[in-house]
């Protein structure tokens, strides 16, 4: 597939998931129906490697793809970006994990939950895995579950692993019941001491036993993190064309005067505008340096080498979770101006009503990372534990290790 036909296949299925934004938003998941078409229309593959039915195309892609599907429907949008990106990881596993899951369905899907909330033991062959993750967006869907876990041995070394745990192996726990993002299914898996062998078993390195694309030299936190503000820029974007929508036609009472004539209103259209084209720009100024030293690289270690020492633009002065938290800024500073434009909205559109409720993240001047934003509303899920900075911990750890800079 070529990248403009991936692009013109998200662009198909906008006007059906628009229309049925509200029902997810009510059912707490997206539809069957909706995940269907998605595959259908080849969306999940993207990412995936061409030996097991992918396309292997640039990240560029994929994220384009997100932004146009979030626009008609944010939570759509998530779920395809969260859950399309572990595609992507998988193709970074042992050649028999990614047989495990693609050799008998091509389209078999994986959610994910990193925080090493669980408890892993030490055994021959692999690990013993038991605990609860949270925030497993789109697990209904999927088949796999990709859950963070740290393995300490007796000598006190410790590895942090990513554990790919098959549907048999672990229980959905319906817990997703907030404000913001509703449709996503963000809700809790489950597992009670299931066996992981050590091939299915992820260390969050770059490189793949089973593909020479330079996609896959790419580091897991950037392509992750981006990987979720692609969705929060889409529907950003598509709470601004509701936005310019609404106010086309609308005159004031008071004046007369048609809004969308009005200085104030063209300026504030203008600020969002140019708040979400600079974080799309900036999200893809540093996919295209990483993919250049990725081509470049013979291996992954010296790209990930390069990367640490020659990109201080947005390597030195950032880790890339802080990145990815700017872009979030950006989108709710677009949505500020936005809002600031209208007295009253009488929005119920996906986009908007979902930004809405993430003004709360601003009021209660909570730090802007991607587990902040899947919440947008915060109000954490009903039965789960409360919210607490422990869920950053194990991704700040791997951008440190990664690039070889302290995150702090």
């Not at 990145?323 to 009488?346: H, Y």
């Amino acid at each position: 597939m070529r990248p403009v036909d991936a692009l013109d296949r998200a662009r198909s299925l906008a006007p059906v998931l628009r229309e049925r934004a509200f029902a997810a938003e009510q059912a707490r998941r997206i539809s069957d129906e909706t995940v269907a078409e998605l595959k259908d229309a080849g969306m999940f593959r993207i990412l995936q490697p061409a030996r097991f039915g992918g396309y292997e195309l640039d990240p560029q892609v994929f994220l384009e793809a997100a932004m146009i599907i979030a626009a008609a429907c944010g939570s759509t949008g998530w779920v395809y970006s969260v859950v399309g990106v572990h595609n992507w990881q998988l193709g970074l596993m042992s050649e028999q994990a990614q047989e495990d899951v693609w050799g008998a369905d091509q389209d078999v899907l994986i959610c994910s939950s990193y925080t090493p909330r669980g408890n892993v033991e030490i055994v021959d062959g692999g690990y013993r895995l038991s605990g609860r993750w949270s925030f497993s967006s789109g697990c209904d869907h999927a088949q796999w579950a990709i859950l963070g876990g740290v393995a300490t041995d007796d000598a006190g070394n410790v590895r942090r692993l990513c554990f790919l745990v098959p549907r048999s192996d672990y229980v959905i726990d319906d817990v997703w019941r907030v404000i913001g993002l509703r449709g996503t299914g963000s809700n809790d898996v489950v597992v009670t001491d299931a066996f992981v062998p050590e091939h299915r078993t992820h260390d969050y390195r770059s490189g793949s036993v089973t593909s020479d694309s330079p996609i896959y030299r790419l580091p897991f936190g950037p392509v992750f993190t981006f990987g979720i503000a692609a969705p929060l820029l889409g529907a950003a974007q598509g709470a601004l064309d509701d936005h310019i929508a609404w106010t086309a036609e609308r005159v004031r009472i008071t004046r007369g005067t048609r809004v969308a004539e009005e200085p104030f209103s063209q300026a504030r259209v203008a600020e969002a505008a140019g708040e979400l084209d600079g974080a799309r720009l900036q999200l893809k100024r540093d996919l295209d340096e990483m993919l250049r030293m990725g081509r470049a690289a013979g291996m992954p270690e010296s790209y990930a080498a390069q990367a640490a020492t020659s990109v201080p633009a947005y390597l030195s002065s950032f880790s890339h979770d802080q990145m990815t938290a700017w872009l979030n800024k950006q989108v709710m500073l677009a949505f500020t101006s936005m809002m600031l434009m209208a007295e009253v909205l009488g929005y119920d559109t996906a986009p908007m009503e979902g930004f809405e409720q993430g003004k709360v993240c601003e009021t209660l001047r909570l730090p802007m990372s991607y587990w902040v934003v899947a919440l947008l509303g915060i109000g954490h899920a009903q039965g789960s534990d409360k919210f607490d900075g422990g869920r950053f911990d194990i991704t700040h750890t791997v951008f440190a290790e990664e690039f070889g800079k302290p995150y702090r």
